[in-house]
């Protein structure tokens, strides 16, 4: 008996050895044990950062630093930097796994089906934090598409939007001192409604002149129609918060569209080199910061030439991220296959050269001259492709 025991015993033993016969990893490798949501975005732990301007955010939370955390991400969500604000939400949830609202601010940080998971798992834990709380989770929800019934179609996002703007207003009715309910509500709000956006950021910057979130809205709000709306916040908004490119670069767009040249080479200069030192600092490619290449390109448009020369300078200050870019990617494809991937690059940069044409016209019309110019711009930076035309 005990023999037949121990041959027993080895066997299973060979057999759990064996890769045939081994017990199945629960936990894709390569992936997140989280979940795919996890799969993408930053790895890293957050850092204080300075300059982001200040939008505290109370939360239901046994730890302080999972406060202090959520009241950065929040703060840079304000400036529409979702990958660093991202880092802060994920850091509140090493620090307090079950954080509803940690998954909030995760969900508002993504898009699509990522955004989708947090907002499911911050749904599941609603019941564990403050009513206030509750109706931001709902209000985030309602703007989800809902997947059986819209499974067929193409979700109405103008309707979805409308549903969260009424969640939000009676989270706004219900607490009428909480200014981050109205800054969400004024955002939302932007391009339905302009004189009411304004309205509710006016009530904002009675309460609290300093917001960041509101400067930045009134902005957006304001850029093409009425520019003029917004001066005021374009200043006070680039001193607020000195650490954010996109805090440099939104008063630009106002500049530039008063006639503003200077302040407005001005503001994307200062951009560019905000991006710069967060470039250095996080050890990212221009090539992967959007950022970085919107402010080279207005600081190429002709409009923006602060010396007055109203030469169109723009290929020349795409040049050389296009040269990066070309370096990282190319190398993956043919020469013809890079070509066509660059020559859609500088076409986007460069698009408002071509808008008077036809899109058919244009299209035929610079297709010699980008390709030619893509493929000098990667035989420029070096780049060996793979074989095949």
Known sequence: MRLETACTFLLAAALAACPGFAQTDPIDKGHSAHGAAFDIGPRQKPWLMEGIGAAPFPITTKNPEVQQWFNQGNALLHSFWFYEAERSFRWCLKLEPDNAMAYWGLARATDGDRAAD???????????????????????EAAQPDPVRDAAAKPDYRELRHREMKKLETLCVKYPDDMEARALLAEVTLGDSRYGAELIIREILARQPNHPGAHHYRIHNWDYHEPEQALASCRAYSDLVPGIGHAQHMPGHIYAIVGMWHEAALSMDAATRVEKQ???????????????????????????????NFKDRRDESSWELWQGCAAHYAPKLTETDAVEVAAKAIYQSNKEKYWPLDFKDAKAAIQISIRQAAKSALRAAGVRFIEGE
């Open 278 to 308: 967060y470039m250095r600092t996080s050890l990212t490619f221009p090539f992967n910061n959007w950022n970085y290449a919107h402010n080279r390109n207005y600081l190429g448009s002709p409009r923006l030439d602060a010396d007055g």
């Open 118 to 140: 947090f907002v499911r798992e911050a749904v599941k834990r609603k019941d564990k934090v403050t009513e206030r709380e509750r109706l931001y989770i709902e209000a985030l």
